[in-house]
């Protein structure tokens, strides 16, 4: 089995020797520079990496990272896209080895997005993506957030136990021309429900009156994704002050905390404490995994919201051990641990 690894960059000399060395084991790994002023190009070069050039214009995502496919040679097996702020965890290659078996041609893998502190730290978002695919068949598809298209044959994905990336993002690092992109992707696929729902999630992120407008008409659409869909209606929530969006949120995706966070807090500032207590509950209680729809803090927030419920409600020893548990998920945040310090005192003084 021959793997490559490829990979856009420009400027990114930052991050060259740590990605080079997350990739040791890769038969290849070939990265088309789009245009660097730094010192990345001599970094790659002196870390082993095949450096190639490529120009994409007018810029789009798929375009590029198509470009960058086609500079892996065609004897490879597995490709691997890997941008140069991600890293392949110890242990990938075997991974990939034991689940590519039995005509698999694409992985999914535990990818971690985000930290909640500092990177290599404690994990924020974290969800499965597939970026490891077939050398042949497949493609990059979109203007921007874009996807893997399995264009020649069948798809046949596996869940690759033990293969792991982790993301590096630089700190506030925003592409600045998603919102033009996406609205030529929308444009070029009306009916695609997935672009029209990044599309509409940029415009909130930019505070354009019309992200409700867009959000209304992602809606409208067949294909969208129960976490797509209710992370669409909990942004009308929002922008609409109408409740009703929270409860279709939580009936959309009743297995994700984030809807029931927002019916929480509703009950919490009417100081209706068992509504409030209950839907918190439920939020620390659901099993879904998290996704890049939904806020990895959410249940920790909600873990806060219960405790107060419940010490308002004459729970108090639950409300304590809530309370401790919120602290003990976040060591570093004062008020919390300041929160549980102070129910444990007033306990003490009942008892």
Not at 22 to 37: E, I, M
Not at 147 to 153: D, F, K, R
Request: glycine letters at 6%.
């Amino acid at each position: 089995m021959k793997i490559g690894v490829y990979a856009l960059c420009r400027n990114e000399e930052k991050h060259v020797f740590d990605w080079a060395e997350s990739c040791d084991d890769a038969d290849l790994a070939v990265v088309t520079d789009t245009g660097s002023t730094d010192t990345t190009v001599q970094r790659l070069k002196a870390a082993g990496a095949t450096v190639a050039t490529g120009y994409v214009c007018p810029w789009r995502w798929d375009d590029a990272h198509n470009l960058s496919l086609n500079h892996l040679p065609p004897d490879v097996d597995v490709a691997i896209r890997l941008d140069l702020d991600e890293r392949l965890q110890p242990g990938w290659r075997e991974a990939i080895e034991r689940a590519w078996v039995d005509g698999t041609n694409n992985l999914r893998y535990r990818y971690v997005w985000s930290w909640k502190d500092h990177p290599g730290g404690q994990t924020g978002l974290t969800f499965h993506a597939d970026r490891v695919h077939g050398r042949h068949g497949f493609r990059w598809a979109g203007a921007t957030h874009e996807g893997l298209v399995c264009w020649q044959g069948d798809r046949r994905i596996k869940i690759a136990d033990g293969l792991e990336i982790w993301h590096y993002r630089d700190q506030g690092k925003r592409h600045t021309t998603d919102l033009a992109l996406l609205r030529t992707a929308v444009a070029e696929a009306p009916h695609d429900a997935r672009m029209r729902w990044y599309l509409a999630r940029e415009c909130d992120y930019a505070g354009l009156p019309e992200a409700a407008a867009q959000f209304a008409a992602y809606l409208k659409l067949s294909g969208g994704t129960a976490t797509e869909r209710a992370y669409a209606l909990r942004v009308l929530a929002r922008l609409t002050g109408d409740e009703a969006h929270l409860h279709k949120a939580a009936k959309e995706a009743p297995w994700e905390p984030d809807a029931w966070e927002g019916l929480a807090k509703i009950r919490n500032a009417q100081e209706d404490w068992r509504e409030a207590y209950a839907f918190a509950r439920v939020a620390v209680e659901a099993a879904g995994e998290p996704t890049h729809a939904t806020d990895p803090n959410c249940k920790l927030r909600c873990l806060d919201l219960a405790a107060v419920a419940a010490w308002k409600l004459g729970q108090q020893p639950e409300a304590l051990r809530m309370a401790e548990q919120a602290a003990a998920q976040c060591p570093d945040n004062p008020r919390l641990a300041e929160k549980a310090a102070g129910m444990r005192r007033l306990l003490e003084v009942q008892k």
